[in-house]
Structures are given as structure tokens and as C-alpha cells.
């Protein structure tokens, strides 16, 4: 029972090694090969012969070794092994929120943020002068001082 042939590709020549090309075994039957036998991918793939989409080029040795094993599975002298199938590519799950940047310590390790002055003193200085010149008391005393404040103003009305 002959199995399917093995399609034969060639390998890069170099130029160190003379410039002579080597063949090897390759991943499967490119589509014009399977063309030139009239047959489809998804046929190829049911009656078990490797395909390889991404290859282009088209032997006739190729081509010749696949005729006579098809003649052989017609005349019964070879058998179809199982349909083959292309690989299933595994996806990889969600990275977390901070990784993709949709936390605020996510953007910033990521340098999605841009961060100018918010780390330097210049920041601060521009903030209370800007605040200064706006008159919004930033800096007026809170809790026990705006008590007092407040104790002497109402002690002073009283009198």
C-alpha cells in the first residue's frame, strides 16, 4: 500500500556552497500543483493530501508523483488516509486591564500619559501663582485658624 507521496521543494542556494540546489520534503502540495490534476483544496484535504497554501511554485515532479498515487488509490492499489485539515492556530486570552492600558497606573507604566510637569516642582509653583493671581485663597488657613479667625470677628461685633 503506497501512502501519499511527500511534495518536494527546493532549498535556498547559496552562494558559499557553489550555488547548488538541494531538495527536501515540504509541508504539503501547493495549489497549482493541485490544479494542474484538477483538483480543489478542500478535494485535496478530504482524500488526505497535504496542502500548502502559501507555497506558489509548481513541479512537474511534484505533480507526476501525485498522478501516479491518485491512479493507484482509483485502481485500488493504495488507500486515502484520514482528511487532513489545517493547523488551528491557539489564540491567546485578554492580557489584563492594566497591560492594555485601561487603568490609570496601566497608561502611566505604558507612557500612554503624557506626564510634562506633573511630577515636577514647576507644576506646583505655576499652580499656587496662577491661584494667587485668581485670588482663590489656597492658601488660607483651614480648621483651628479659620476658628479662631472667625471667634475674634464675632467677639469684636459683640462689643
Known amino acids: 500500500m503506497a501512502s501519499v507521496p511527500k511534495p518536494l521543494v527546493k532549498t535556498p542556494a547559496k552562494i558559499t556552497h ?5 531538495w527536501k520534503y515540504g509541508r504539503g502540495f ?3 500543483e493541485l490544479r494542474a490534476l484538477g483538483l480543489s ?3 485535496a484535504r478530504l482524500l488526505g ?3 500548502d497554501e ?10 507526476e508523483a501525485l498522478r501516479k498515487w491518485l491512479i493507484d488509490l482509483l485502481e485500488g492499489r ?3 488516509p484520514d482528511p487532513t485539515y489545517p493547523k488551528l492556530v491557539k489564540v491567546k486570552r485578554k492580557r489584563g486591564r492594566a497591560f492594555r492600558g485601561l487603568t490609570s497606573a496601566g497608561r502611566k507604566s505604558r507612557g500612554l500619559v503624557s506626564t510634562k510637569f506633573r511630577e515636577t516642582h514647576n507644576y506646583k509653583y505655576k499652580k499656587k501663582a496662577k491661584e494667587r493671581r485668581l485670588k482663590k ?3 488660607a488657613t483651614k480648621g483651628l485658624g479659620n476658628l479662631l479667625r472667625i471667634s475674634r470677628i464675632i467677639n ?3 462689643k
Open 18 to 22: 557553489g550555488g547548488v540546489v538541494k
Open 30 to 32: 501547493s495549489i497549482g
Open 41 to 43: 483544496v478542500d478535494q
Open 137 to 139: 485663597r489656597h492658601e
Open 156 to 158: 469684636d461685633g459683640s
Open 78 to 80: 493504495a488507500q486515502a
Open 49 to 51: 493530501i497535504p496542502v
Open 54 to 63: 502559501r507555497r506558489e511554485t509548481s513541479w512537474p515532479q511534484n505533480i
